[in-house]
């Protein structure tokens, strides 16, 4: 791989970064309005409850007011006791008097609100899977330069490439893991002592940005000296 088309696959990470936590917004903004509505609802349906049962206790509507869910139930649980109440509330409006709860609030407010909860739910999967897909593009490209700086911090540490003291050598990227979470690191070499250590580390911003660094930087400072002779740096090297 060229230092133009590793560059060109660092651009790329950085976008897909970006686009990960605009997905990553997306979703707990959907999830928040999401589950706003849901306690507004909830309030809804506690509040024409209680009305109807003040208005017309112990006649056949009791038996129909639908139970309250916990916001923190899924879909199911949700929609279908506020299904229910949208069906109770219009035909009390029909059979008995329109309920008005606090606020002015009145069944064709009460059925936008669950129509616009029901778009919620929708929001909030689709922002999910965007989500998912957004962290496999990153993670695809997190693999490549995986792969990349493996092979490239393996061959630059053969002994006729560059010397254990060279000072490329010294500051050669560590190969990183390939996604997030915690990786055990293949291994790799001390510079200080010569031996060969095994590396654990996480895959953070700042840790890929440095090895990413030191690779374009290495690419584009070749080591003047040979094995075994002194490292001197010609006119041409001494800006790397």
Same mark, same amino acid.
């Given at each position: 791989?060229?230092?133009?088309? @590793? &560059?060109?696959?660092? $651009?790329? *990470?950085?976008?897909?970064?970006?686009?990960?936590? =605009? %997905?990553?917004?997306? !979703?707990?903004?959907?999830?928040?309005?999401?589950?706003?509505?849901?306690?507004?609802?909830?309030?809804?349906?506690?509040?024409?409850?209680?009305?109807?049962?003040?208005?017309?206790?112990?006649?056949?509507?009791?038996?129909?007011?639908?139970?309250?869910?916990?916001?923190?139930?899924?879909?199911?649980?949700?929609?279908?006791?506020?299904?229910?109440?949208?069906?109770?509330?219009?035909?009390?409006?029909?059979?008995?008097?329109?309920?008005?709860?606090?606020?002015?609030?009145?069944?064709?407010? @009460? &059925?936008?609100?669950? $129509?616009? *909860?029901?778009?919620?739910?929708?929001?909030?999967? =689709? %922002?999910?899977?965007? !989500?998912?897909?957004?962290?496999?593009?990153?993670?695809?490209?997190?693999?490549?330069?995986?792969?990349?700086?493996?092979?490239?911090?393996?061959?630059?540490?053969?002994?006729?490439?560059?010397?254990?003291?060279?000072?490329?050598?010294?500051?050669?990227?560590?190969?990183?893991?390939?996604?997030?979470?915690?990786?055990?690191?293949?291994?790799?070499?001390?510079?200080?002592?010569?031996?060969?250590?095994?590396?654990?580390?996480?895959?953070?911003?700042?840790?890929?940005?440095?090895?990413?660094?030191?690779?374009?930087?290495? $690419?584009?400072?070749?080591?003047?000296?040979?094995?075994?002779?002194?490292?001197?740096?010609?006119?041409?090297?001494?800006?790397?």
């Amino acid at each position: 791989m060229t230092l133009a088309a @590793f &560059t060109a696959l660092r $651009a790329t *990470l950085q976008t897909q970064r970006a686009q990960v936590e =605009s %997905a990553r917004n997306g !979703l707990e903004g959907s999830r928040g309005d999401l589950e706003a509505t849901k306690t507004a609802l909830l309030a809804r349906l506690n509040q024409f409850n209680a009305k109807v049962r003040s208005l017309s206790p112990g006649t056949r509507w009791e038996p129909l007011l639908p139970k309250a869910f916990n916001v923190s139930e899924g879909m199911g649980r949700v929609i279908r006791p506020l299904d229910d109440l949208a069906d109770v509330w219009t035909r009390y409006d029909a059979d008995v008097a329109p309920v008005n709860l606090p606020g002015g609030y009145f069944i064709d407010d @009460f &059925t936008d609100q669950l $129509a616009a *909860l029901k778009l919620l739910y929708t929001a909030t999967s =689709s %922002a999910a899977v965007a !989500l998912r897909l957004a962290r496999g593009k990153r993670n695809g490209t997190q693999e490549k330069i995986h792969n990349v700086l493996r092979q490239y911090h393996s061959r630059s540490r053969i002994p006729t490439k560059l010397l254990p003291s060279s000072s490329i050598f010294k500051t050669l990227p560590l190969p990183v893991p390939r996604s997030p979470f915690p990786a055990s690191m293949p291994a790799s070499i001390n510079p200080a002592t010569g031996e060969t250590v095994a590396v654990h580390a996480f895959l953070d911003d700042a840790r890929l940005d440095v090895a990413l660094n030191r690779a374009a930087a290495a $690419a584009r400072c070749p080591e003047p000296g040979g094995p075994g002779g002194p490292l001197q740096r010609s006119s041409e090297h001494r800006g790397c």
